[in-house]
């Protein structure tokens, strides 16, 4: 599973193509993550909330950088 304690200082220090995978990873972990919670063999419930964030701040930082690329080129 991917690191959830990452912030978004050290994802802005990532390309757009490193946030992409990571966002992939991140998405394959919160299914992993919401499957074992349906199947209650998830004994720590509060990973499917910090997934989800760690996910929306990932893309948020995503779509930051392609706002910026775009307003440049």
């Known amino acids: 599973m991917a690191s959830r304690d990452t912030k978004a200082t050290q994802l802005r220090e990532k390309t757009a193509v490193e946030l992409e995978e990571h966002a992939l990873k991140l998405r394959r972990d919160l299914f992993?993550?919401?499957?074992?919670?349906?199947?209650?063999?998830?004994?720590?419930?509060?990973?499917?909330?910090?997934?989800?964030?760690?996910?929306?701040?990932?893309?948020?930082?995503?779509?930051?950088?392609?706002?910026?690329?775009?307003?440049?080129?």
């Open 32 to 73: 992993d993550i919401s499957f074992q919670h349906a199947t209650r063999q998830l004994e720590d419930t509060a990973s499917v909330k910090k997934a989800r964030r760690e996910l929306a701040r990932t893309l948020t930082v995503l779509k930051e950088k392609q706002r910026a690329e775009a307003a440049q080129g």
